[in-house]
């Protein structure tokens, strides 16, 4: 990770901040101490969209964290039926991005994403379980050289109302790179391989690219 407090945003945040700036600008004209809250509003809207570099741990048989956030859920549950994978539960680990959590999303292992698949849905807490099911939602299979498959699911939370995806089915990634992001709150689930469990619990502190969820050993 960088050590300057001023990381670089996403290029999808800079019409954001121009409209954030553009009414404060108006806030101003109206009072001053009005234009200041804009201020404020208008820099948590960078911070919001901050894309920091990050330093992921080399290795094949790693499973690195795709979202900064807090563990909120570890569970055998099944993938999303759209993937086309086994209706055989495996363990999901569930990170938590609150509004102040970098919200760029990054591939959790290497290989070919074989599948992107979305689905519109509700808009519950994504700290909730149901949200996984219920919420609105954008999948992705990845095959990893070992023949595994990989799924990582953006879910879309009470404020956030727009998951986006860079990438598309056929793509070769590596892990720790970007590959989406979700706008203002969510959550992202990851489900593990049969037999692999997590190394990390509940409440544990997440970076996106560099905290290792788990071991393919």
């Known amino acids: 990770m960088t050590s300057t407090f001023i990381k670089p ?5 800079r019409k954001f901040v121009a409209i954030f700036a553009a009414i404060t600008l108006v806030l101003f004209l109206l009072a001053e101490f009005l234009g200041w809250i804009g201020v404020g509003a208008t820099v ?9 570099e990050r330093v992921t741990p080399k290795g094949d048989n790693l499973v690195i964290s795709p979202a900064d956030g807090i563990i909120s859920l570890i569970e055998p ?6 993937l086309g994978m086994a209706d ?57 050289d070992d023949g595994r498959d990989v799924a990582v699911v953006q ?11 860079f990438t598309k089915p056929g793509a070769h990634t590596q892990a720790g790179q970007r590959f989406g992001l979700i706008r203002f709150g969510s959550r992202v689930d990851v489900y593990l ?25």
């Not at 945003?9 to 945040?13: A, D, S």
């Not at 549950?77 to 759209?82: D, L, R, T």
């Open 9 to 13: 945003m996403h290029p999808e945040g």
């Open 44 to 52: 948590w809207c960078y911070y919001f969209f901050r894309d920091p």
């Open 77 to 82: 549950a099944v993938p999303p039926a759209e």
């Open 88 to 144: 055989t539960p495996l363990t999901r680990v569930s990170v938590f991005m609150n509004v102040f959590n970098c919200h760029v999303n990054r591939a959790p292992v290497a290989g070919e994403i074989t599948n992107i698949a979305y689905r519109a849905g509700k808009f519950f807490n994504a700290s909730l379980d149901k949200a996984s099911k219920d919420n609105e939602r954008n999948s992705l299979r990845i095959k990893m």
């Open 155 to 165: 879910i879309a939370g009470l404020v956030a109302r727009r998951i986006v995806c």
């Open 193 to 217: 391989p049969e037999g692999v469990n997590p190394k990390v619990s509940i409440g544990q502190t997440m970076v996106a690219g560099e905290t290792i969820l788990a071991e393919l050993s």
